[in-house]
């Protein structure tokens, strides 16, 4: 039970706070606040103001029309943010928070809101010689909160007093010696930063705890120094983002007796309860939504919703962005299994002489080798597959992956080479016709039905890995036009993209292979910061050789012209 004298002096705390203008509509009322209020704290309207009139006078933004407009604070983001952050004081006059966790959906206006901050800490807290900083995995991240303050220097009242270095990333104040400048995780070093105000952003991709403790622990020289944390949900629950996550979680409970009076959160996420498809759960998750130019709309998300029903991944990546939600490390499988199985359905025309592009991805032991071939017909992609497997391997791996893998022998889904690794031999053999002896040696003879015999090859395209010396002969030796295709996003985002949307439109008609089937039903394609992706055999739980191999043709095929069957001769 609360001690009545205690509950007394917080009524009157709570009273006269409001009696300096702190608004009724914010709160005064959750436990770490009422502890703080009874600690020496109190909240200062007038210094959350002064935050506010500083962007409202020197935070400026392009206009669409062409010139400037002023900046302006949503309601939501002052009221639940800047003014807690700005506004609560110590007993001695500091702020009260000097670290903080902010998490919100994408496109909620982060990074525009908190580029004002940088210039604010230089020019109007009052520190000499202060010290500002963006922190992110990459430049490129880094840079994004840093475009967006030197545009506000450039555009504002603020370029007649500081001087913008963009090649460098850094923000100059001459008369105070001081800085804000972009750095990465890349960096040499942190050492020796002596931040007045670190923005880390994105903490949902950091990995490197050295350098973010270097950076945490480098303001203890500061008298109010100010660390927040910016960031949407993450899939890995190991890492650092999940961890400050989790301790923000814990100190907004407010069945929770964990307090500091320090440190401040702000989660908005969908709750626990709302379906991932529920409009109220994006608009806890984004309180911007349908508040201005360029910011999400209820019909614009609706859209994005439906599209996420038709790709697992998509789905996954809505609960993420939109619903800023933390999902499982293991993704949910790539491909809408469903939809590939009704695409097999589908009958393929006779492609006997027709052009086609072919993707390879080889392996010794433990993987498959497949070889995939794609061909264009209209507005369909057909595909089909080879795959090849060492015969002595057929029965441990059938047990460890408990698939029917010498069944699937028996009925030509997969050729066995002899011994206990793929002999690249019968794959030459098979793609171009070219037999060799025992010893590797091309014996003169030609093995008729080859798939080079059977169609028009436009290119075999290739992971460089393992690959090189099979792919010298084909190349040198059985002249066939043979393509390297980098295994990273910048090469495979386009054909999975391709991949994804020809499944949904029905027009992916691949062969009836229980293999590729197989494969399809647990690839996983992970995304970068940017949304690009592409598959990968680690995040995988089963073999995906047949998914890498179609993406690698699909990267031929998609960049090729509808052909016209060529006419090949039978001998």
């Known amino acids: 039970m609360?001690?009545?004298?205690?509950?007394?002096?917080?009524?009157?705390?709570?009273?006269?706070?409001?009696?300096?203008?702190?608004?009724?509509?914010?709160?005064?009322?959750?436990?770490?606040?009422?502890?703080?209020?009874?600690d020496g704290c109190y909240p200062d309207i007038h210094a959350a103001e002064r935050l506010k009139r500083f962007y409202e006078r020197f935070m400026v933004l392009p206009n669409e029309g062409g010139g400037t407009k002023p900046f302006r604070i949503l309601e939501w983001w002052y009221r639940d943010v800047l003014a807690p952050l700005f506004?609560?004081?110590?007993?001695?006059?500091?702020?009260?928070?000097?670290?903080g966790f902010i998490t919100t959906a994408k496109k909620s206006a982060k990074s525009t809101l908190l580029a004002g901050l940088p210039l604010y800490m230089m020019l109007a807290d009052g520190e000499d010689e202060a010290e500002a900083y963006v922190a992110a995995v990459d430049r490129d991240q880094a840079s994004i909160i840093y475009r967006k303050t030197s545009r506000a220097a450039k555009l504002s009242p603020l370029a007649k007093v500081v001087k913008r270095i963009d090649s460098q990333k850094r923000i100059v104040h001459a008369s105070s010696s001081s800085f804000f400048e972009a750095i990465s995780s890349d960096a040499d070093s942190a050492e020796g930063a002596n931040p007045h105000l670190l923005l880390v952003d994105e903490l949902h991709a950091w990995r490197d705890r050295q350098f973010f403790n270097a950076l945490m622990y480098g303001d203890i020289a500061r008298n109010q120094p100010m660390f927040l944390?910016?960031?949407?949900?993450?899939?890995?629950?190991?890492?650092?983002?999940?961890?400050?996550?989790?301790?923000?979680?814990?100190?907004?409970?407010?069945?929770?007796d964990f307090y500091s009076m320090s440190h401040f959160a702000f989660i908005a996420e969908a709750s626990a309860e709302r379906e991932w498809d529920d409009p109220a759960g994006w608009k806890e998750a984004n309180p911007s939504i349908g508040k201005g130019y360029?910011?999400?709309?209820?019909?614009k998300l609706k859209a994005k919703c439906e599209e996420a029903r038709q790709s697992p991944r998509k789905q996954r990546?809505?609960?993420?962005?939109?619903c800023n939600r933390w999902v499982d490390e293991i993704e949910a499988p790539w491909l809408d299994v469903d939809g590939w199985r009704e695409c097999s359905e589908q009958e393929q025309p006779d492609h006997f002489g027709m052009a086609t592009n072919c993707g390879i991805?080889?392996?010794?032991?433990?993987?498959?080798?497949?070889?995939?071939?794609?061909?264009?017909?209209?507005?369909?992609?057909?595909?089909?597959?080879?795959?090849?497997?060492?015969?002595?391997?057929?029965?441990?791996?059938?047990?460890?992956?408990?698939?029917?893998?010498?069944?699937?022998?028996?009925?030509?889904?997969?050729?066995?080479?002899?011994?206990?690794?793929?002999?690249?031999?019968?794959?030459r053999r098979e793609l171009s016709g070219t037999i060799l002896d025992d010893e590797g040696n091309k014996t003169?003879?030609?093995?008729?039905?080859?798939?080079?015999?059977?169609?028009?090859?436009?290119?075999?395209?290739?992971?460089?890995?393992?690959?090189?010396?099979?792919?010298?002969?084909?190349?040198?030796?059985?002249?066939?036009?043979?393509?390297?295709?980098?295994?990273?996003?910048?090469?495979?985002?386009?054909?999975?993209?391709?991949?994804?949307?020809?499944?949904?439109?029905?027009?992916f008609r691949p062969e009836p292979n229980p293999v590729a089937t197989w494969m399809a039903g647990h690839c996983v394609a992970p995304a970068d910061p940017n949304g690009n992706i592409k598959p990968s055999k680690n995040k995988s739980k089963h073999k995906i050789d047949g998914i890498t191999a179609l993406v690698i043709a699909m990267s031929r095929a998609r960049l090729a012209t509808p052909p016209k069957r060529r006419r090949i001769l039978a001998i």
């Open 2 to 38: 609360p001690r009545p004298r205690r509950t007394k002096r917080l009524a009157q705390l709570k009273i006269d706070a409001r009696n300096a203008g702190w608004p009724k509509a914010w709160s005064l009322d959750h436990p770490n606040d009422e502890r703080a209020l009874l």
């Open 87 to 99: 506004g609560w004081k110590r007993r001695d006059g500091r702020r009260r928070f000097d670290k």
């Open 229 to 256: 944390m910016i960031t949407t949900a993450g899939d890995d629950k190991l890492s650092i983002g999940y961890e400050e996550y989790e301790f923000a979680k814990a100190l907004l409970d407010p069945n929770n």
């Open 294 to 299: 360029r910011l999400p709309t209820i019909a």
């Open 317 to 322: 990546q809505f609960i993420r962005y939109i």
């Open 361 to 427: 991805d080889l392996s010794r032991t433990r993987d498959m080798t497949a070889l995939c071939m794609v061909w264009r017909v209209g507005v369909y992609y057909d595909a089909a597959w080879r795959f090849w497997f060492p015969e002595e391997n057929l029965k441990r791996y059938e047990d460890e992956w408990r698939v029917p893998l010498r069944d699937w022998a028996k009925s030509g889904w997969i050729n066995t080479t002899p011994g206990r690794s793929v002999d690249y031999g019968a794959i």
């Open 444 to 507: 003169g003879e030609h093995y008729d039905g080859c798939l080079a015999d059977t169609y028009d090859i436009q290119a075999v395209g290739y992971d460089p890995y393992n690959s090189l010396e099979l792919i010298k002969n084909l190349r040198e030796y059985d002249g066939m036009n043979t393509v390297e295709v980098p295994q990273n996003y910048t090469h495979l985002n386009a054909p999975c993209k391709l991949l994804e949307t020809l499944i949904a439109d029905r027009h």
